[in-house]
């Protein structure tokens, strides 16, 4: 073979005349010859097997060159050649390449034929690859979800086809064929052609897809080849750079596939330079390209956690991102090091180094917690939970972070304050100390364990302090006497001497045992100068221990010898050291090492409890913190907050139950999320007990539920009952025997407290709202345990149980059949009447909260409710009579008792009759809704059921039909129905008025009783008895108009006067019912309703404004100018009563332009001058309701009505509100144009540095961010302003304006007089003052409630008079003429319509 073939650049080239032994394409076949020469080819390789591609390299190269025209069908045979002719080559060449004689022409033969066929196979490919994406262009779909038609086959067939041609080049290229190139070198040419048709396949927006993983491993593996064999390295490197500027989807793929090649192909230098590639970027490059940014940020993410350890040598090119203005750019080079610090430098095995740059890290993820960009903080927060929940943060960083991640909480970011409470969670779950975290239960064992630490300190301190001296120092300073011993001792003595001598030493000898005992011996005795003993010693344990090593070296006995042995023993040897380790260690030094141990255990444990307790203090502040998250506006904030608290219940976290207990309520939410979160949590906690047996779990959940409702308030009740009732309602395997238990807790079967009994008959009730018979069934049992014989001994239990038999009731369940009621001679009504009766003369405290469910009760379930209570008042007032008679004789049998038993009876008395009294009450007022709500339902469905019954009747005829059409026509209309429902309301309303209080009815007796007990409060001062009447009187003219309207001066006197708090809070709440039930009866009080806005006692304010708001929202109460008593409850200093109003003004704001349609008034009312309030607390008024204030026109308006204000307010003070109140409206430019309009209004008060400088701060915020020519308006406005302040007026306004003001330096006041006033300015004038003054506190006694009326002085203090006479005491009364007139009737509401309300 004399040519060679080069790979083009151009598919044209191959037809161009080449250099010397270039192979140049002969023939171009066209498109309609092709398919023979392809038969041709197919033959030929069949024949001669893959080395055919040389003689028919032009059929391919024709197919190629005229892809455009020639059939699909063509190319795909082609296709399917060339694959064919590449796999062959695959399996021919490795016994080639391996063989020892490989000649040169038959090299060059395959090199020529593997270039030609990978040229023609990867060049058909991209072609290919072009026509499917063209197609799926074509093909995507359109409007109405609808694909386009044509083309569909050829792109399905494309797709598996695919991967075969990748295989096929994959396992070409695996094979060393370098050698088929002269010197291995191969060209670049040959491995552009390839890695350009992988990049085409790469560039497909669906090969992130999964369906394409196949085809997309494929393409990592050949890259990854031709990386590690071919030289591709930086090529690639680059390549990915530019695919991912272009192509964002493509982060993830190379990702995956630039950590293959590092770890599978150990080309382990590519990330380094992909890694370099991205970290030289500047921040002006990332900023102008958007896309590349986010796929950049999302590759290194995906790239660090695919191999976080090969980033590490990278990390600090990366980091220079932190400081870039890309936040995604640091999102991403934070993940990387949350992926490091969780997957590499955690552990306790690090060395130096590595805990270095674990520090550097963490040190470098909370600097970004406070990150300007929110979503790095969140994503930061995100990475801090992943290291708790892996548990890779280190002990000594868990306070710090903590205190970190409860500062978030207060983020403006949503996301940050949820990525916040999981990471809190994520510590609570994971936390190192205690199973149960309580700052409280910690702070004895923490004192107890610091006074121990600091006993111990003292004991050591407490010791003299020794000067440690070396041993060598000593032997040093002993040194010349010892030796003057050693040579005595070594000089002949007489043995009577040394037979004395030894005596002597043998009781100080007797311990020394072995060689290291008295080498131990030997050195006390020099330590305490006992020289000769020590010698003789030593001399004397070379004779007891010859072999021992401390004395070998006496074995020639000399004054040297002895010497070194003692200097041993003293100091020890540095050349002997085994011989100084075997030297035991004295008793003191012992001593010493124990006690450095103890003490340093000491504060092991003291540090321990130390950060137990901090984190328990961190985690109770998270707690609060994310408690009161609950009700945010925000749902995905609710429910992680929910979780949260789920999560702190689980590992029984203090205070944990607060935070389930607040989320109940959540239950009533609208957002179905919200509800479904806390039906799910309390289930998780309280419905899916743990337990070996059906039984033991059952006892589980009742005692969790039942703790759950211990002190909990009656909401809290309701709200369980929802969840309680679904429970019950699923059709659980528990339910059987969760309700047998109940049942035995509440009849005593075993032994459970007062409390525990009360929580099951209550958890029955919630149980029979699903199912009736639960309850239904039991009565009997009900009625013997709760209701028998020992009822007055526990009234709390009774209720519990009328509460519980409430639930099987028609009110309840909200039935629409036939009422379910039982006979009056039930066992149930009959202990119900009598437990009632007999309490009305006992003295119990909970007797009437027992009454009041107990009367519902009867007028719900008990058949003639009426004729029940009838005789049930006649019982009680008669057992009440027998008693005060009892009590009259023994007054006169002991007359000579003292005076204070006589009060006790009396007081005795006093009880027992508020307690009829509010019977009395409770019967009036559930007799009337019994008419209104049972008896005219009743009404309602007997009449439904007669026209069902007439309508079967009725015989079809054709007058028949037309009149029966007639009928549905004005039933459509509403009309028969209306008029119907109309009489039956007018029919209640009758006997309402008529009947209800006729003298044969009982209930008008005891009315004089109310009205003489109310309206004498010197006679019946007794507490309870006040309180009893004043409710049961409001109950009373809730009956009808006429009653109401002889009654309602007493009642306001009562509101007004009375020195109980809890009859003004008591007559407020029935004053606010009686305003919804007769409203042109109670409408000219208005004023005095709002009156208790003001009240001296925070539990009166509460409930005013609790039912104003009430009033005010539902539209009964008209919004007027009175609104400003509710506006000065914003600086209310109860904090709940603040909450109470912002959450008016809120619900207010809702409304169309009310809170803009009251503002000027408000700003009237509180900058009086008589009010006395500070300019501070209006500042702060004010502030809260001008944000209520958002469209520009309200503004504009706003400011116009303002600056007309200024010609009536006569004060400095009111200057200073209206100017104040004016730079608080977000000002627009039109606003800013009525400013300039109104100058006249205010010009003459710029005087003022309190009209001058919030003016000033107007021009202040109007200059932030305006355009140059509106910015030059505000400046001349701010110069104008600022010569009036300094110069005055009438040094800066025209020639004119001095001649109609010729003595314009006058007074302030002058100034306002000289003020030109306005035909409109006129008129508001005279409408605001002519209006009276809301405040009664401005009011005298005989101005009392009068509309009309001028203000006046302060009026006095109102004491009521202990006499007991009856003409002083009409005097409590309002006077007729003191009753306000009907002033704006207001149209009766419609039954439905109160009954909705």
Avoid at 889 to 901: C, I
Avoid at 1297 to 1310: A, F, I, Y
Avoid at 1329 to 1356: I, L, N
Wanted: charged share 25%.
């Amino acid at each position: 073979m004399s040519w060679d073939f080069f790979v083009p650049v151009c598919v044209g080239d191959l037809v161009k005349s080449g250099g010397i032994n270039q192979y140049v394409v002969q023939d171009v076949v066209s498109p309609k010859q092709l398919p023979p020469h392809l038969s041709k080819f197919k033959a030929a390789l069949r024949s001669q097997g893959p080395m055919c591609i040389l003689e028919n390299f032009d059929i391919g190269y024709s197919v190629l060159q005229q892809c455009r025209s020639v059939d699909l069908g063509v190319k795909e045979d082609t296709l399917e050649l060339l694959i064919q002719v590449v796999n062959g080559l695959a399996a021919s060449l490795p016994a080639l390449l391996v063989s020892t004689s490989f000649p040169a022409a038959e090299r060059k033969e395959n090199l020529n034929a593997v270039k030609m066929s990978v040229y023609l196979l990867c060049k058909l490919t991209e072609t290919f690859e072009s026509d499917s994406y063209r197609q799926s262009i074509v093909m995507a779909p359109g409007k109405g979800g609808k694909k386009g038609k044509g083309g569909g086959e050829g792109l399905l067939q494309w797709d598996s086809e695919r991967e075969k041609v990748l295989q096929a080049l994959v396992q070409l290229l695996q094979l060393d064929i370098r050698s088929l190139w002269s010197l291995s070198l191969v060209e670049e040419e040959f491995i552009s052609c390839v890695t350009c048709c992988c990049y085409k396949l790469l560039e497909n927006p669906t090969i992130s897809h999964v369906k394409s993983k196949p085809t997309r491993d494929c393409i990592i593996h050949l890259l990854g080849v031709l990386i590690k064999k071919y030289n591709h390295l930086l090529g690639a490197s680059v390549k990915v750079i530019q695919l991912l500027q272009h192509f964002e989807q493509l982060s993830s793929v190379f990702a995956q596939a630039v950590s293959v090649w590092s770890t599978e192909y150990g080309v382990r230098a590519i990330i380094g330079e992909v890694i370099r590639e991205i970290g030289q970027r500047s921040s002006e490059e990332l900023a102008r390209e958007a896309s590349g940014v986010k796929a950049f940020s999302s590759f290194i993410a995906e790239l660090g956690a695919l191999v976080p350890e090969l980033m590490i040598p990278n990390i600090s090119v990366l980091i220079t991102h932190l400081e870039g203005e890309s936040h995604t750019m640091r999102v991403a080079v934070c993940e990387v090091l949350g992926e490091i610090l969780v997957r590499v430098l955690c552990g306790d095995g690090l060395d130096e180094s590595g805990k270095a740059d674990r520090d550097r890290f963490f040190d470098t993820l909370q600097e970004h917690l406070h990150d300007t960009h929110s979503h790095v903080r969140a994503r930061v927060l995100q990475v801090y939970a992943r290291i708790v929940n892996s548990k890779a943060l280190p002990l000594c960083k868990y306070s710090e972070v903590m205190e970190l991640a409860v500062g978030r909480l207060m983020d403006k970011s949503i996301n940050a304050v949820k990525s916040a409470i999981q990471l809190l969670a994520a510590f609570i779950a994971h936390n190192p100390y205690s199973c149960k975290l309580s700052s409280a239960d910690l702070k004895k064992p923490l004192e107890k364990e610091t006074t121990k630490l600091r006993e111990i300190k003292e004991k050591l301190e407490g010791k003299a302090p020794v000067a440690i001296i070396k041993a060598s120092e000593l032997w040093a300073a002993m040194e010349p006497e010892l030796l003057v011993t050693v040579r005595a001792e070594l000089e002949p003595t007489s043995e009577a001497e040394e037979e004395e001598e030894e005596d002597g030493d043998v009781e100080e000898d007797k311990e020394a045992e072995d060689d290291r005992a008295t080498a131990v011996k030997v050195a006390q005795f020099l330590r305490v100068n006992k020289y000769r003993n020590a010698v003789r010693l030593c001399i004397r344990a070379h004779g007891c221990f010859p072999e021992s090593e401390m004395f070998a070296s006496l074995s020639t006995l000399t004054p040297e010898t002895l010497m070194d042995t003692l200097a041993l023993i003293f100091k020890g040897s540095d050349d002997a050291s085994e011989l100084s380790q075997n030297l035991p260690p004295t008793p003191q030094k012992e001593a010493e090492e124990e006690e450095d141990g103890e003490l340093k255990k000491q504060e092991m444990l003291v540090q321990y409890l130390k950060d137990t307790e901090t984190f328990a203090l961190q985690v109770e502040r998270a707690i609060s913190v994310i408690n009161a998250m609950l009700y945010w506006k925000t749902t995905s904030v609710v429910l992680e907050a929910v979780q949260f608290c789920v999560t702190v219940c689980e590992f029984s976290i203090a205070n944990s139950v607060i935070g389930v207990r607040k989320m109940l309520p959540l239950v009533w939410s609208t957002d179905a999320a919200i509800k479904d979160a806390v039906v799910q949590a309390y289930r998780r906690l309280y419905l899916n007990p743990q337990g070996d047996t059906i039984r033991l779990k059952a006892h589980t959940l009742v005692d969790s539920l039942s703790e759950l409702m211990v002190d909990a308030s009656l909401g809290t009740i309701q709200c369980l009952e929802e969840i309680v009732q679904e429970f019950f309602g699923s059709g659980s395997h528990l339910q059987s025997t969760v309700v047998q238990v109940l049942w035995e807790r509440f009849t005593g079967k075993r032994e459970t407290s007062g409390l525990q009994r009360r929580a099951a008959v209550l958890l029955l009730g919630m149980a029979a709202r699903a199912e009736r018979e639960v309850v239904l069934s039991n009565l009997d049992t009900l009625c013997s345990v709760a209701l028998g014989e020992k009822v007055t001994e526990d009234f709390l239990l009774a209720r519990d149980a009328v509460l519980t038999i409430c639930s099987i009731t028609d009110h309840v369940r909200q039935s629409k059949g036939a009422p379910f009621r039982l006979p009056q001679d039930h066992q149930l009504f009959t202990c119900l009447t009598q437990a009632i009766a007999e309490g009305v003369v006992i003295e119990d405290p909970y007797w009437q909260s027992f009454m009041e469910q107990a009367v519902r009760l009867l007028y719900f379930l008990a058949e003639s409710p009426d004729q029940l209570c009838s005789r049930l008042l006649q019982r009680s007032a008669r057992l009440l009579l027998d008693q005060i008679a009892e009590g009259g004789d023994v007054n006169k049998d002991a007359s000579q008792m003292q005076d204070g038993s006589q009060e006790s009876s009396e007081q005795v008395n006093c009880v027992c009759l508020a307690q009829l009294l509010a019977l009395c009450g409770c019967v009036a007022f559930w007799q009337v809704s019994h008419l209104e709500r049972s008896v005219s339902a009743e009404l309602r469905r007997r009449r439904g059921e007669t026209e069902e019954r007439q309508e079967k009747e009725k015989v079809p005829s054709s007058k028949a039909k037309q009149a029966a059409n007639e009928s549905a026509m004005e039933e459509e209309l509403g009309l028969m129905g209306a008029s119907a429902e109309d009489t039956e309301a007018e029919l209640i309303r009758k006997i309402c008025e008529t009947e209800l209080l006729a003298e044969e009815n009982l209930l008008s007796a005891f009315l004089p009783l109310l009205v003489r007990v109310c309206s004498s409060p010197g006679r019946y001062s007794h507490p309870q008895l006040t309180t009893a009447a004043c409710l049961a009187l409001s109950q009373y003219m809730m009956i009808s108009p006429s009653v109401c309207e002889e009654n309602i001066r007493l009642m306001f006197t009562v509101l007004e006067r009375s020195a109980l708090p809890v009859v003004r809070a008591n007559g407020m709440i029935a004053l606010g019912d009686l305003t919804v039930r007769f409203p042109n009866i109670l409408e000219p009080w208005t004023q005095n309703l709002y009156a208790r806005l003001s009240d001296e006692v925070p539990s009166v304010r509460q409930t005013a404004v609790t039912v104003l708001t009430q009033l005010v929202l539902k539209d009964v109460l008209k919004v007027k100018g009175q609104v400003s008593e509710v506006a000065v409850l914003l600086i209310d200093p109860e904090a709940h009563i603040t909450s109470l109003a912002l959450n008016f003004f809120n619900e207010l704001a809702s409304k169309d332009n009310a809170i803009y349609n009251l503002l000027p008034d408000i700003i009237s009312r509180l900058s009086d001058p008589e009010r006395g309030m500070t300019s501070e607390d209006f500042n702060t008024i004010m502030k809260q309701l001008f944000s209520y204030i958002t469209k520009e026109r309200q503004t504009e308006s706003l400011v116009e009505k303002l600056c007309q204000r200024f010609r009536t307010a006569k004060t400095e003070r009111q200057w200073c509100d209206l100017a104040m109140s004016l730079s608080l409206l977000s000002m627009c430019e039109r606003g800013f144009k009525r400013l300039q309009e109104c100058w006249e209004c205010y010009s003459d008060k710029l005087t003022e540095p309190g009209v001058y400088q919030p003016l000033l701060s107007i021009t202040a915020k109007l200059r932030r961010g305006a355009k140059v020519q509106f910015k030059a308006q505000v400046d001349e406005f701010e110069k104008r302003l600022t010569a009036v302040h300094t110069r005055g007026l009438e040094n800066v306004e025209s020639p004119e304006m001095d001649e109609e003001n010729p003595k314009g330096g006058g007074s302030s006041e002058k100034t306002v007089t000289r003020t030109p006033l306005p035909s409109r300015g006129r008129a508001r004038t005279k409408r605001v003052t002519g209006q009276a003054k809301p405040s009664v506190s401005g009011c005298g006694d005989d101005s009392f409630v009068t509309p009309q009326k001028s203000r006046k002085s302060k009026k006095p203090v109102i004491t009521f008079s202990s006499d007991e006479e009856e003409e002083d005491e009409e005097d409590a009364v309002m006077a007729e003429s003191e009753t306000p007139k009907v002033t704006t009737p207001i149209a009766r509401t419609s039954r439905r319509a109160r009954l909705r309300n």
